[in-house]
């Protein structure tokens, strides 16, 4: 969609600066399954990702086994003893470059059901047994610099920089699962807990696929296994768009709004037309595309909402939408500091006028003078003085 917002004034001596314009796009959240031994027990977690507005299918591990290729990313969440088949289409899957989790229950697990051959074809480690913390040394996150920089933390580290409540208030946990990752190169801890135990270890495979395995419950246990699920605390629902925005494909996310003097606008189709138009205030002309199917727009002649068309005879369909705008620096009129003026322009350009200031102080000339054009003129009037006297004292000879 594209708008233009304007401001009616009648007298305005920046009239450029009256409008703005903006393409904004309306996306729909993808679609993920929970699956769960107890629907209503999972109902906590699915909540949140519904309020993080994903499409959310709850279903029972007991019930027929669904079409996983549907979803964008599968959640398995407190599935005390996993059946080979589910495991089967798990690893079917996360082959295909889906994404799983794996949401441990508490205690009703069954441990052997999460290490047979089959689900090792998709666990990420191998569960040991629970431990159980003293009160008072419940196990926190260890989140530091190396962590901000994975993948898992990048989109999001600063939550863990800034003065949040999650860092200000860390969440703990009373009671885990150990575990031990299994030796491979495409396994490592994501992050891990103060004593140094996972809290969350991942996979990948080569087809984009991966799975994340959590340590501690997300649904709430008596007694309880965490305090993640706490009242006025963002850090269970931040936990789940970490993990939800992290298995879910990320689609294409570009600029629509631009400024000019700054990065241009970039089309970039696979689809092949037969011609390529460009629309836009007081423009409406073809354009090319390069090699590499990518048109760039850095010579657009005004601001303005523009689309780039496909044209194939009579059918002309809608590639790209984007708006560019006038830098907002153009409309300050404050005055220019002078230490901003004398960066570019050399020290002391700036002289002050006023009553005690003379006019040669004022024509301060040390830039230097070009002196061809004078040299020139120079030149003229020589040749025509040197003209004016050959004349007049040109000797003639007598007549015979």
Same mark, same amino acid.
Not at 146 to 170: A, H, L, V
Not at 194 to 217: D, F, M, S
Not at 302 to 318: A, C, L, M, S
């Given at each position: 969609?594209?708008?233009?917002?304007?401001?009616?004034?009648?007298?305005?001596?920046?009239?450029?600066?009256?409008?703005?314009?903006?393409?904004?796009?309306?996306?729909?959240?993808?679609?993920?399954?929970?699956?769960?031994?107890?629907?209503?027990?999972?109902?906590?977690?699915?909540?949140?990702?519904?309020?993080?507005?994903?499409?959310?299918?709850?279903?029972?591990?007991?019930?027929?086994?669904?079409?996983?290729?549907?979803?964008?990313?599968?959640?398995?969440?407190?599935?005390?003893?996993?059946?080979?088949?589910?495991?089967?289409?798990?690893?079917?899957?996360?082959?295909?470059?889906?994404?799983?989790?794996?949401? #441990?229950?508490? &205690?009703?697990?069954? =441990? !052997?059901?999460?290490?047979?051959?089959?689900?090792? %074809? @998709?666990?990420?480690? *191998?569960?040991?047994?629970?431990?159980?913390?003293?009160?008072?040394?419940?196990?926190?996150?260890?989140?530091?610099?190396?962590?901000?920089?994975?993948?898992?933390?990048?989109?999001?580290?600063?939550?863990?920089?800034?003065?949040?409540?999650?860092?200000?208030?860390?969440?703990?946990?009373?009671?885990?699962?150990?575990?031990?990752?299994?030796?491979?190169?495409?396994?490592?801890?994501?992050?891990?807990?103060?004593?140094?135990?996972?809290?969350?270890?991942?996979?990948?495979?080569?087809?984009?696929?991966?799975?994340?395995?959590?340590?501690?419950?997300?649904?709430?246990?008596?007694?309880?296994?965490?305090?993640?699920?706490?009242?006025?605390?963002?850090?269970?629902?931040?936990?789940?768009?970490?993990?939800?925005?992290?298995?879910? #494909?990320?689609? &294409?996310?570009?600029? =629509? !709004?631009?400024?000019?003097?700054?990065?241009?606008? %970039? @089309?970039?189709?696979? *689809?092949?037309?037969?011609?390529?138009?460009?629309?836009?205030?007081?423009?409406?002309?073809?354009?090319?595309?390069?090699?590499?199917?990518?048109?760039?727009?850095?010579?657009?002649?005004?601001?303005?909402?523009?689309?780039?068309?496909?044209?194939?005879?009579?059918?002309?369909?809608?590639?790209?939408?984007?708006?560019?705008?006038?830098?907002?620096?153009?409309?300050?009129?404050?005055?220019?500091?002078?230490?901003?003026?004398?960066?570019?322009?050399?020290?002391?350009?700036?002289?002050?006028?006023?009553?005690?200031?003379?006019?040669?102080?004022?024509?301060?000339?040390?830039?230097?003078?070009?002196?061809?054009?004078?040299?020139?003129?120079?030149?003229?009037?020589?040749?025509?003085?040197?003209?004016?006297?050959?004349?007049?004292?040109?000797?003639?000879?007598?007549?015979?």
């Amino acid at each position: 969609y594209q708008a233009e917002v304007t401001f009616e004034f009648t007298t305005d001596a920046l009239a450029f600066n009256n409008q703005r314009y903006v393409t904004f796009e309306i996306r729909t959240m993808p679609k993920v399954l929970v699956w769960a031994d107890d629907v209503k027990k999972a109902d906590t977690f699915v909540r949140a990702l519904r309020a993080l507005l994903y499409t959310v299918d709850v279903r029972s591990v007991h019930d027929k086994m669904p079409g996983l290729n549907n979803y964008a990313a599968v959640f398995l969440d407190a599935v005390a003893e996993p059946t080979e088949d589910l495991w089967r289409s798990l690893a079917d899957y996360v082959k295909q470059g889906h994404g799983v989790a794996i949401v #441990p229950g508490g &205690d009703e697990m069954k =441990l !052997n059901a999460y290490g047979s051959d089959v689900a090792k %074809q @998709v666990m990420p480690a *191998q569960i040991l047994r629970k431990t159980s913390m003293a009160a008072g040394h419940e196990a926190q996150w260890n989140v530091t610099p190396i962590e901000w920089d994975r993948p898992f933390f990048r989109r999001y580290q600063s939550w863990f920089m800034g003065d949040f409540d999650i860092t200000k208030n860390p969440r703990s946990a009373s009671q885990y699962w150990q575990v031990k990752p299994w030796g491979s190169k495409d396994i490592s801890v994501v992050v891990a807990y103060e004593n140094l135990q996972p809290a969350i270890v991942e996979r990948h495979w080569p087809g984009g696929g991966k799975v994340i395995l959590l340590t501690t419950p997300m649904d709430e246990q008596t007694p309880a296994w965490n305090n993640y699920y706490s009242k006025l605390h963002s850090f269970y629902p931040a936990l789940t768009m970490l993990c939800a925005r992290y298995l879910c #494909p990320e689609a &294409d996310n570009p600029t =629509l !709004n631009h400024v000019f003097g700054k990065e241009p606008p %970039q @089309v970039k189709q696979k *689809q092949k037309f037969a011609n390529y138009r460009l629309t836009g205030p007081d423009v409406s002309e073809e354009i090319r595309l390069d090699d590499r199917g990518l048109w760039i727009g850095d010579h657009l002649p005004r601001p303005g909402n523009y689309v780039v068309e496909g044209v194939n005879d009579e059918e002309q369909i809608p590639l790209a939408k984007f708006s560019i705008n006038v830098p907002g620096e153009e409309s300050d009129l404050s005055r220019v500091s002078i230490g901003d003026i004398e960066a570019v322009c050399g020290q002391d350009a700036v002289v002050p006028l006023d009553r005690k200031t003379s006019l040669p102080a004022t024509l301060n000339w040390d830039e230097p003078i070009e002196l061809f054009p004078w040299l020139m003129l120079l030149l003229l009037f020589f040749l025509a003085i040197e003209n004016l006297l050959a004349n007049r004292f040109y000797r003639q000879e007598p007549a015979v």
